[in-house]
């Protein structure tokens, strides 16, 4: 797994997130990959050096390895960057429109300029959603789960290529005008906004977690 960053034609520029990538060429143990798992960490303040079109793919290659029962590819990814992040966020102005009417409500320009800039957050967007298929002994729950999975792997591809990442979904996600954006249909969701790029922020330390109640052998 190749985990070289190019600048994205910023011949100049050097990454300033401070994620580790695995060293590629070296011998890594259980201890330190498991440990390298365990840091992963959301970030939400998100800029260049973005992954580039090659880096991306082989992050998606990397997400459809995902459990996938009856090899059924109920996944699909949308790459949104540039000039199409406003595009995406005139989406999520209709759809707080559509969601503020409903409720009698009239947005401030203040909230309209809010949602329309919220796909700025970050330099690259990977959207995945479902493409469930009809079949008789997987029903749509795994399907979902396996998009959930598809969407880890994608993180931790991201990852070790050296960039940052947030899984954003929110209120707005599913919503009419959203998912006719992204061409979802009525029985498909859209399970996560992968927010990418590179990031100034040291990665905050997480604190442990005790497994202890959360799980449960039996023999």
Not at 115 to 129: E, F, K
Not at 145 to 160: E, H, P, T
Not at 168 to 183: H, I, M, Q, S
Not at 185 to 203: I, K, L, Q, R
């Amino acid at each position: 797994m190749s985990t070289s960053k190019k600048s994205h034609n910023h011949k100049n520029d050097e990454p300033n997130n401070t994620e580790s990538p695995i060293v590629t060429n070296s011998q890594v143990t259980d201890e330190q990959l498991i440990n390298w798992i365990k840091s992963r960490r959301s970030i939400g303040n998100l800029s260049i050096p973005a992954p580039t079109e090659s880096q991306i793919k082989a992050a998606i290659d990397c997400a459809v390895t995902a459990p996938d029962h009856k090899k059924l590819q109920p996944w699909r990814f949308i790459v949104t960057q540039g000039n199409a992040r406003h595009e995406l966020g005139r989406a999520f102005l209709a759809a707080t429109e559509a969601q503020a009417a409903a409720e009698g409500e009239t947005l401030s320009e203040k909230d309209r300029q809010k949602t329309y800039n919220m796909p700025l957050r970050a330099p690259v967007i990977i959207t995945v959603v479902t493409q469930m298929q009809a079949h008789k002994k997987v029903p749509p729950f795994e399907q979902m789960l396996s998009a959930g999975a598809a969407v880890q792997n994608l993180i931790l591809a991201l990852k070790a290529q050296g960039f940052s990442t947030v899984w954003r979904t929110g209120l707005l996600c599913n919503e009419p005008a959203v998912k006719a954006y992204f061409d979802v249909g009525a029985d498909d969701y859209v399970t996560a906004f992968v927010y990418t790029g590179s990031s100034p922020c040291d990665m905050p330390t997480r604190k442990p977690i005790d497994i202890q109640p959360l799980m449960r052998f039996e023999q």
